[in-house]
């Protein structure tokens, strides 16, 4: 079973950069899909960004331009670098991951279905 552990939240100003990451463990890492998922106050969650391990990507729009995701398997982490933060991306910010074996962008849209989740990481985007 892969264990999944974010970390890197925190408050941080309009305009101003993060990087999240979300460590894995329980199973070999690179084997599974992962994705970057936000919750914001008061709303259902939405992705973010996922990444199979084909090295295939993709971002909601809200993250196009913005967010960048990456791994390394060396370290069993994936990455989420946010930058132009704006208050609208104040959530708790959790990564998830499964032996997805469909595309991309149905992975973030199905997110729901991933059976590996991570307690979340809070992200205050504020001045």
């Known amino acids: 079973q892969l264990q999944l552990v974010e970390s890197g939240g925190g408050l941080v100003q309009p305009g101003g950069s993060l990087r999240l990451s979300c460590a894995a463990s329980?199973?070999?890492?690179?084997?599974?899909?992962i994705g970057w998922f936000r919750q914001a106050p008061g709303k259902d969650r939405e992705a973010v960004s996922c990444?199979?391990?084909?090295?295939?990507?993709y971002y909601e729009d809200s993250a196009k331009g913005r967010f960048t995701i990456s791994r390394d398997n060396a370290k069993s982490t994936v990455y989420l670098e946010m930058s132009s933060l704006k208050p609208g991306d104040t959530a708790v910010y959790s990564c998830?991951?499964?032996?997805w074996g469909e595309g991309v962008r149905a992975m973030c849209e199905k997110g729901y279905t991933l059976r590996s989740w991570g307690g979340g990481t809070q992200v205050p985007v504020s001045s």
């Open positions: 998830a991951a499964d032996q």
């Open positions: 990444l199979t391990t084909d090295g295939s990507i």
């Open positions: 329980g199973a070999t890492a690179d084997h599974y899909d």
